[in-house]
């Protein structure tokens, strides 16, 4: 960074800084290693010349991004690939930032992404040590996604109408599209990328359907790359963001497929046809509880982006007038504007210490169900539901909040928080959709409600109902324990409401389904209020256990972030906190004080803090957020690349404009 101009108001910001930033970037990586391997990483793909778009991605048509897209990611993945014969990779991917190259390299979705995320997943936990010895061998020929969601349903799996109907005499299934609403809808990668596909269908037996099961799928020939014979392949359309993930569509006209290609690590299909029925259901979880864990610690990473570019245009940013006749001071100095963009930066800590904590549960419990043991399963796909839910709608709003901050510029594409907003957006619908996701943990609410009330014993991360359904109201207490059991009186609070509801429901003579459909506004919002108990105290304790490994500068600006956490939300939630703990009026004021006090705490270290997250230039893609604040410069740099800036006069003038003009002399 020696050789760069850097705006004098970052300058000044950095140096006031009462923490040092490179102990937080070893913090947030996971250690000083993993830094060292990511820059060496980062370096490594992003000083290749051949990534760099000369015309930016806005300016090219729908078609043209998607090629500029498969370009750029197969330059990527065989830089990866070759570095990864080099050398091995790091032992746990998830802790470091190294896994999010690919956003420095295509702005928005890499239409390979499926293969990663969910292609090669969905082999390893669902198809057999055969079918993974073969099929992971011939990986690197396959281009794969994941195929669930058809035109007419997405979250009603049984919904699906694609069949695979086995035919005994030649050892096969037939996979059909019967109807339009069958036509699988939305896969990432699946349009003009993929040749091969993991589809969800209805086995069919002998005349029996034995339910969803999962199948892999050619879809085009490995040469030419046309579409087998029986597939209708193709795109979706431009959609709100996503726009290079290659979102396709996809139709089976009685495709023949062998009987290996079911995944058979769960449920088999025998030669002759016998079904053999998964010791457990349950088993198939795997795959959808996975990429729910992954998604908090996603979402961070986007949120750190989005934050990272506000906060320093923040500091460059003059407007206004604090004091009349004085200068025009920085935005973040406005007291509003710091309360719009510190909770950004907190809530990406949040979600990812949580996510990470998640993740190490997520791990525990799959090395139990190796052994046999399924008991935590339930437990842990609650908790991934809501969380997923409640962090996807959260990082959403936060998103949309850092551009609100950024005043108009903030809408300009070259910010790149309107990307941000429509990749951080669509996880609150994809993997379970947000109502949906709240309505699974419910279930488990619902259920360790009862328990509570027969006096059983419950999983950890829902024992405190015991504790707060007997009283009606908490005493109050204003500390981070207090809050946070506070949060889990709401939450106790919440569920028993919900649970009163759907049971007077059942009492008046409504059948369970539709009295849990009547209580089900309720049921949702005891479910949010669980995911906020969980993220509120994970946070906490986990920020306070970190704090013991760092130093003592840091660890104040960690626990200012996780106090800060908890103040924002108490005071957000004031009207619950109001209904279910004895806070006061005048309780509620000392939070608002120290709230404010928190606000100016922090304001020293807020480029400092984004500086930690530690993303480069050419990943945060920023005329607004680039390290050394030139925000006007690229804005104008950008703005002359435009086609539109190529010529003084447009045709259309003299086609459409100068007739008109001529017509109104007239
Ligand atoms: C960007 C993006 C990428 C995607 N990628 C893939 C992919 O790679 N592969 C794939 O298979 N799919 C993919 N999807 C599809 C995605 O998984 C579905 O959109 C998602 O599961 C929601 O299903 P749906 O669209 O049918 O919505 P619906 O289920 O129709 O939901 C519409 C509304 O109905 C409500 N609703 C539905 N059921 C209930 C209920 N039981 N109780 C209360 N309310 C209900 C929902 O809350 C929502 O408000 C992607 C979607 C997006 C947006």
């Not at 795959?287 to 460059?316: F, G, P, Q």
């Amino acid at each position: 960074m020696k050789d760069i101009k850097v705006n004098q108001d970052l300058i000044r910001e950095r140096k006031k800084c009462s923490f040092n930033v490179e102990e937080l970037i070893h913090l947030i990586d996971g250690g000083e290693q993993n830094t060292l391997e990511r820059k060496e990483i980062e370096e490594y793909i992003l000083s290749n010349k051949d990534l760099r778009d000369v015309v930016p991605e806005e300016y090219l048509s729908h078609k043209e991004r998607y090629e500029n897209a498969v370009r750029k990611a197969c330059i990527l993945y065989s830089l990866l690939l070759r570095r990864s014969m080099e050398r091995s990779p790091s032992p746990d991917f998830r802790i470091s930032n190294n896994y999010k190259i690919t956003t420095g390299v295509i702005k928005d979705i890499s239409p390979f992404l499926l293969h990663f995320v969910m292609f090669l997943p969905t082999i390893v936990s669902q198809a057999s040590s055969e079918q993974q010895l073969e099929w992971l061998q011939k990986a690197p020929q396959m281009i794969g996604t994941y195929a669930q969601t058809e035109l007419g349903h997405g979250t009603f799996l049984r919904g699906l109408e694609t069949t695979a109907t086995y035919d005994p005499d030649t050892e096969e299934f037939i996979i059909h599209s019967p109807t339009l609403t069958s036509y699988k809808w939305w896969p990432g990668g699946l349009a003009q990328t993929a040749n091969h596909c993991i589809i969800m269908a209805q086995l069919h037996i002998k005349g029996k359907n034995h339910g969803i099961h999962p199948f892999l799928v050619q879809i085009r020939d490995m040469e030419t790359h046309m579409p087998m014979p029986g597939i209708k392949v193709g795109e979706i359309g431009p959609k709100l963001g996503f726009q290079t993930a290659n979102n396709g569509f996809l139709g089976f006209d009685n495709y023949r497929i062998p009987r290996t290609n079911m995944l058979m690590k769960n449920s088999q299909v025998l030669k002759d046809g016998t079904y053999v029925k998964a010791k457990n259901n349950k088993l198939t979880y795997g795959t959808m509880v996975y990429i729910r864990v992954t998604i908090l610690t996603d979402v961070a990473y986007e949120l750190s982006k989005a934050v990272t570019i506000a906060v320093r245009y923040a500091a460059v940013r003059h407007q206004s007038q604090l004091k009349p006749g004085e200068p025009e001071p920085q935005i973040l100095d406005y007291v509003t504007q710091q309360h719009k963009l510190f909770i950004s930066i907190a809530t990406s800590h949040a979600f990812r210490t949580v996510g990470l904590w998640l993740w190490n549960t997520y791990n525990q419990v799959v090395a139990d169900m190796g052994k046999g043991n399924m008991d935590q399963l339930p437990e842990l796909h609650a908790l991934a539901c809501c969380l997923k839910a409640v962090c996807s709608r959260d990082a959403t709003a936060c998103v949309e909040q850092c551009r609100f901050a950024c005043g108009g510029h903030g809408y300009m594409v070259s910010s790149n928080l309107p990307t941000i907003y429509g990749i951080v957006t669509a996880t609150v619908t994809y993997e379970g959709e947000y109502t949906v996701m709240l309505l699974q943990t419910a279930r488990y609410l619902v259920k360790a409600y009862k328990q509570t009330t027969e006096g059983k014993l419950l999983t950890p991360t829902v024992s405190y109902l015991a504790k707060f359904l007997k009283n009606s109201k908490i005493t109050w207490e204003n500390t981070p324990k207090g809050i946070i059991e506070s949060f889990q009186a709401v939450a106790a609070g919440k569920t028993k409401e919900a649970c009163e509801s759907l049971f007077q429901h059942m009492n008046s003579g409504k059948a369970y389904e539709d009295a849990w459909n009547l209580a089900s506004v309720q049921l949702v919002n005891a479910s949010e209020a669980h995911a906020r108990a969980v993220l509120c105290e994970m946070f906490w304790k986990e920020t306070q256990r970190l704090s013991s490994s760092v130093s003592n500068d840091l660890a104040s600006v960690l626990e200012q972030l996780a106090e800060l956490y908890l103040k924002y939300w108490a005071l957000e939630k004031r009207g619950d906190m109001l209904m279910y703990s004895a806070i006061s009026k005048k309780d509620v004021a000392t939070l608002q004080k120290r709230y404010e006090e928190l606000l100016a705490l922090i304001r020293p270290n807020a480029v400092g803090l984004v500086d930690g997250f530690d993303i480069r230039d050419e990943i945060l893609c920023s005329t607004l957020g680039a390290y050394d604040g030139r925000v006007y410069e690229r804005l104008m740099e950008q703005a002359m690349k435009s086609p539109l800036n190529s010529e003084p006069v447009n045709q259309s003038f003299h086609k459409y404009i100068k007739p008109l003009l001529a017509k109104a002399k007239i």
